[in-house]
T-cell receptor
Framework: GIQVEQSPPDLILQEGANSTLRCNFS?????LQWFHQNPWGQLINLFY???GTKQNGRLSATTVATERYSLLYISSSQTTDSGVYFC?????????FGAGTTVTVRA | GAVVSQHPSWVICKSGTSVKIECRSL??????MFWYRQFPKQSLMLMAT?????????EQGVEKDKFLINHASLTLSTLTVTSAHPEDSSFYIC???????????FGQGTRLTVV
């Protein structure tokens, strides 16, 4: 199956800082999604982005499918951005998840 | 987006009993749903693919007789953990694709504790 690697594993930010999370995958994919898992475990959809660039408020994402990576940008981080961010890619119609990046934003 | 609802949010059961978890697609029909399991501080691992009107497809290493999946309608899939043991304690999450069969949406998850 497709291997999905996320970096860094942990990220500590001061409120207001910007950050970049990375997702590398080992084969071409039809689907790539970014999620934020809140403290209660709910997975919140951030982006459906098999290729190209999208923006939603302070978050944006870019996927370069030919080079097999995706980036998630968080700008002007807030304490509510804390949590685990997962990248997931479609592998034979199923989603394979990376290990996640745990983001902690300090006031 | 699509709405996927999971019930219950949490459950505590005694060792040896069975627990049923429901996953519903509220505003769309889902011929396929997916069941994941997540241990603390770990990622989501796919357990099985639930197919409406047919048998589920289980991932390698997942016991079919322990985790019974029934997808009896286009909006409901159930996962039954049979003869639960403490090692089955985990966070179980279901998902379904939207109407365009592209983006995946997830239920709220069920935290199972077996005592």
């Amino acid at each position: 199956g497709i291997q999905v690697e996320q970096s860094p594993p942990d990220l500590i930010l001061q409120e207001g800082a910007n950050s970049t999370l990375r997702c590398n995958f080992s084969d071409s994919v039809n689907n790539l999604q970014w999620f934020h898992q809140n403290p209660w475990g709910q997975l919140i959809n951030l982006f459906y982005i098999p290729s190209g660039t999208k923006q939603n408020g302070r978050l944006s994402a870019t996927t370069v499918a030919t080079e097999r990576y995706s980036l998630l940008y968080i700008s002007s981080s807030q304490t509510t951005d804390s949590g685990v961010y997962f990248c997931a890619v479609e592998d034979d119609y199923k989603l394979s998840f990376g290990a996640g990046t745990t983001v902690t934003v300090r006031a | 987006g699509a709405v996927v609802s999971q019930h219950p949010s949490w459950v505590i059961c005694k060792s040896g009993t069975s627990v049923k978890i429901e996953c519903r697609s509220l505003d769309f029909q889902a011929t396929t749903m997916f069941w994941y399991r997540q241990f603390p501080k770990q990622s989501l691992m796919l357990m099985a693919t639930s197919n409406e009107g047919s048998k589920a497809t289980y991932e390698q290493g997942v016991e079919k007789d322990k985790f019974l999946i029934n997808h009896a309608s286009l909006t409901l899939s159930t996962l039954t953990v049979t003869s639960a043991h403490p090692e089955d304690s985990s966070f179980y999450i279901c998902s379904a694709r939207d109407r365009m069969n592209t983006e995946a949406f997830f239920g709220q998850g069920t935290r199972l504790t077996v005592v």
